[in-house]
């Protein structure tokens, strides 16, 4: 091909190097259109959510609990997370969220959670709480509901988030009643089979249709708050997250308060 352009004259010659080399371009640039564009996929990991409470009064403030696992399931404390607050479809607030001291990927045994935000809702009915971790996009919500009115019982919890299946820990879970009337009957949590209660007081411990029950016969009276605690173990093989709850307050067959949702516990494989 040289030798061949060498013979032809200057000027010829001129024209057809330039003519070759758009043609070169053109054609350089037409494969690379072709290729397939690569996108960069995230990773992605896992988000919970828990709140103190299920259902609310109408002024009280919400306290929202939140766990951000990778892929692996280690823990991640730096998260970028977005809090939304949803009323029929539409966001309404978007509260900060505050990472926790206490987060630390080498800590498998905690009992705070790894990320916290609060709102106070200024409406009655039901809300959705979504958080996405803008890093990963991934999401997770859950459902509250407000009355305007204040409740006849109440009950919030307290306990772990995250656990640690090879972890020898045992866990608690406290169940906080706040009554603004008089009851006595049974208070009733639900939790899975697989659990070990290790400790429960006063309470029974049963096995129940979908799992087991711990049960207190209780008597408590208007403007009483008491708290009910028992404490657990998980299998080293529990590789799937799960529930506490949800709990009741039954008397004589009837119900008289039951939670609208359980509790999450996320498992960490740190």
Not at 162 to 167: A, D, F
């Amino acid at each position: 091909m040289i030798s061949l352009i060498s013979r032809i004259r200057p000027t010829r010659r001129i024209v057809l190097i330039f003519v070759l080399s758009v043609l070169f371009i053109f054609v350089t640039r037409q494969s690379s259109d072709n290729k397939p564009e690569q996108t960069l996929e995230k990773a992605k990991g896992m988000l919970s959510l828990n709140t103190d409470k299920v259902q609310y009064s109408f002024g009280e403030q919400v306290n929202i609990q939140i766990t951000s696992l990778n892929n692996e399931g280690s823990i991640l404390c730096n998260s970028s997370l977005e809090l939304s607050i949803i009323k029929e479809g539409r966001a309404i607030e978007q509260p900060g969220v505050t990472h926790s001291s206490t987060c630390d990927p080498d800590n498998t045994a905690t009992l705070n959670p790894d990320y916290t935000a609060y709102f106070a809702p200024l409406e009655e009915g039901e809300y959705q709480i979504k958080v996405t971790n803008l890093d990963s996009n991934d999401s997770s919500e859950l459902q509250i509901t407000v009355g305007d009115n204040q409740l006849d019982y109440s009950i919030s919890r307290w306990g772990a988030h995250r656990v640690n299946p090879q972890s020898a820990n045992r866990y608690p879970m406290k169940l906080i009643l706040t009554a603004n009337k008089d009851f006595t009957g049974k208070l009733v949590d639900q939790i899975p089979l697989f659990l070990e209660v290790v400790w429960y007081g006063p309470a029974k411990v049963e096995e129940s249709e979908s799992g087991q029950t711990v049960t207190w016969e209780i008597d408590i009276k208007e403007g009483e708050t008491k708290e009910f605690t028992y404490e657990y173990k998980i299998p080293n093989d529990t590789s799937d997250n799960f529930p506490l709850g949800p709990s009741k307050l039954v008397s004589k067959e009837e119900t008289y308060f039951e939670e609208i949702r359980p509790w999450n516990i996320t498992i960490n494989h740190n």
